[in-house]
């Protein structure tokens, strides 16, 4: 799998930040309803909403809307692509040859 930069910022962005990771806490023992979350995060409805939005985007978290809520869970194919990504980012290459930096050899 090729990396997507922007998807990868996106999902990085997902995780760099506090209320966020209390989310993906709460979605790790199953979905939630978004006025479940709410009461949870003490937070106002448009600040979950950003945070849910960012969530989503990153491909992280699914919603479902359900009458007038928004249901949320993680996703098993986010969480797939973000390990993938890990795997690429930290791939060592071990037995490559090392080029000299700006040229120079000592």
């Known amino acids: 799998?090729?990396?997507?930069?922007?998807?990868?910022?996106?999902?990085?962005?997902?995780?760099?930040?506090?209320?966020?990771?209390?989310?993906?806490?709460?979605?790790?023992?199953?979905?939630?309803c978004g006025c479940k979350i709410l009461e949870e995060m003490q937070v106002t409805q448009p600040t979950l909403s950003h945070h849910m939005k960012i969530l989503c985007d990153s491909g992280i978290v699914a919603g479902r809307k359900e009458g007038k809520w928004m249901h949320y869970s993680i996703s098993e194919e986010g969480v797939k692509?973000?390990?993938?990504?890990?795997?690429?980012?930290?791939?060592?290459?071990v037995g490559e040859e090392k080029q000299p930096c700006c040229g120079g050899y000592q």
């Open 81 to 93: 692509q973000m390990l993938e990504i890990i795997g690429q980012l930290t791939d060592v290459q």
């Open 1 to 32: 799998m090729e990396m997507d930069t922007r998807r990868t910022v996106a999902m990085f962005k997902a995780f760099c930040d506090e209320n966020r990771i209390r989310i993906l806490q709460m979605l790790c023992s199953g979905e939630k």
